[in-house]
DNA sequence: CAGTGGTCTAGACCACTCT
DNA sequence: GAGTGGTCTAGACCACTGT
């Protein structure tokens, strides 16, 4: 080998630690082409499978994307994307004092949506409260910006009280899908919201175009009537390269301490 | 090959694909041990190698790890930690109709600080509005709960307005660093949250000791005074096998839509 | 066509743990 | 010592793209 193994770490270490650096200070940047695997193989005097193993590591952290067959480049950056969602959004935003977020202000937006009558997954059913065998409505959208795929939001209904009503058309519903259900006596009063932060499944990566390396925000909705009546579950997946999730505050719980 | 390549997708896919599948129907369930490599070069009739490539592919999905050298095992789902941040919970948070978020009431709590003036990162400097040069103290934080880190909490003010005061004291600061800051005459009247969805730094990964294919939440927020002066930046990191964020809220921002 | 990365083979040696 | 996974070598063939 050409070069010894210095300091701790396999070869492979060493190589993904040596180009992290350089993404990170900016020797290689944004959209950089990365030295290609033979000149890697030359430099570091390892084989091509040690060079490989490095830059996958890189691949996985979300850093560097591999452009078949051009080469590895350093991945942009987060679009910076600005998409306050209602719930992350206690008080109303106003724009100000906050240069770092007043990108991307209207873009072409889009949607396809597919509706149909399923078996409820078992996350959906414990929050939904039914009943073994009760199916759902299941209302899935991939929403677009600019042609490209910006998140899932899949929103799930109990059948026996949606049966009929325009939330089970594939269409978008001009008044808003709560109003709907509003008028059917089941006003939502209540929700409850959690966060998860996890990789995307098979599936996830195909409905969204990610690459690898890119973890997903995956928020759950659930929204009760004032009697506790749980009527609609929503899930919203969010890429993490293309979300952004901001609010504004103002007083009353002074935030994370220390 | 034993094996024909049926459907499609190269050898490794099939095989990580297989497991996936036994994960998610049970027929592998949290904490199984996955059958060795040696098996699965057996069983699928290719070299080592490639049954490697197809469990690596899982590890970075979060969905095994690798317990050298006793064998795979199918990772234990999240432990359901409830942890509500302050940020998060626009109304009181009340335990009632949520099940799913009982566990973990209350548990050996903990925490290291570590105060130091530094230069500060330029994602620091931008929020802070900072001065070229200008120095900032920084408190970081790593939480345990129950001897494990739990997540971190770093926190920088700049170093012109709480010079000498408790902020920069390695302790405890028993009535908060927010009340320091108001003492001082910088009390904090609105803040900025954002919250991104990424894959660890290699420092990251150290300090949580993460494993691989766990991905984080980089929450910043952002705190000003009335007078829209930004006083300080508290960045926690959450790593997203340990942590739901969860909250209620009652109407008025009626959710997601759809 | 040459050059790129994607996949795979068939070995090898190592560190570690358990028996 | 046997068995596990971690790393690495030294090849091979393929698909795709650009010249």
Same mark, same amino acid.
């Given at each position: 080998?050409a070069?010894?193994k210095?300091g =701790?770490? !396999?070869?492979?270490q060493?190589? !993904?630690d040596?180009?992290?650096?350089?993404?990170?200070d900016? &020797?290689?940047e944004?959209?950089?082409?990365?030295?290609t695997?033979?000149?890697?193989?030359?430099?570091?005097?390892? *084989?091509r499978?040690?060079?490989?193993?490095a %830059?996958?590591? %890189?691949?996985?952290?979300?850093?560097i994307i591999?452009?078949?067959?051009?080469?590895h480049f350093?991945?942009?950056?987060?679009?910076?994307?600005?998409r306050p969602?209602?719930?992350?959004r206690?008080? +109303?935003?106003?724009? $100000?004092?906050?240069a770092?977020m *007043?990108?991307?202000?209207s873009? /072409?937006? #889009?949607?396809d949506i597919?509706?149909?009558?399923?078996e409820?997954?078992?996350?959906?059913?414990?929050?939904l409260?039914?009943?073994?065998?009760e199916l759902v409505?299941s209302r899935?959208?991939?929403?677009?910006? /600019?042609?490209?795929?910006?998140?899932l939001?899949?929103s799930?209904?109990?059948? !026996?009280i949606?049966?009929?009503?325009?939330?089970?058309r594939?269409?978008?519903?001009p $008044?808003g899908?709560?109003?709907? %259900?509003?008028a059917?006596g089941?006003?939502?009063?209540?929700?409850? #919201? $959690?966060l998860?932060v996890?990789m995307p &499944? +098979? /599936?996830e990566?195909?409905?969204?175009?990610?690459l +690898?390396? &890119?973890?997903?925000?995956?928020?759950?909705c659930?929204g009760?009537?004032?009697?506790g009546?749980?009527? =609609?579950?929503?899930? *919203?997946?969010?890429p993490? /390269?293309?979300?952004?999730?901001?609010?504004?505050?103002?007083?009353?719980a002074p935030?994370?301490e220390a």
């Amino acid at each position: 080998m050409a070069v010894k193994k210095v300091g =701790r770490g !396999s070869f492979k270490q060493q190589i !993904s630690d040596d180009l992290r650096q350089q993404i990170a200070d900016g &020797t290689l940047e944004a959209g950089a082409k990365l030295p290609t695997e033979a000149q890697l193989t030359d430099q570091y005097g390892v *084989t091509r499978g040690t060079v490989r193993a490095a %830059l996958e590591i %890189l691949v996985n952290e979300g850093l560097i994307i591999s452009a078949r067959p051009v080469g590895h480049f350093v991945r942009d950056r987060k679009p910076m994307i600005f998409r306050p969602q209602a719930e992350f959004r206690p008080r +109303p935003y106003t724009p $100000e004092m906050d240069a770092f977020m *007043t990108e991307n202000a209207s873009r /072409d937006a #889009d949607q396809d949506i597919e509706v149909s009558i399923v078996e409820p997954t078992a996350e959906v059913t414990k929050r939904l409260q039914l009943d073994a065998g009760e199916l759902v409505v299941s209302r899935r959208r991939v929403r677009h910006l /600019d042609g490209e795929p910006f998140n899932l939001n899949d929103s799930f209904y109990p059948l !026996s009280i949606v049966q009929d009503s325009a939330i089970m058309r594939p269409d978008n519903i001009p $008044e808003g899908a709560n109003e709907v %259900l509003a008028a059917l006596g089941y006003r939502q009063e209540r929700a409850i #919201d $959690e966060l998860y932060v996890r990789m995307p &499944t +098979p /599936d996830e990566v195909r409905r969204l175009e990610l690459l +690898p390396g &890119t973890p997903i925000g995956y928020h759950i909705c659930t929204g009760y009537t004032e009697a506790g009546k749980p009527v =609609r579950v929503a899930i *919203t997946v969010l890429p993490g /390269d293309r979300h952004v999730i901001s609010y504004e505050r103002r007083r009353e719980a002074p935030s994370d301490e220390a």
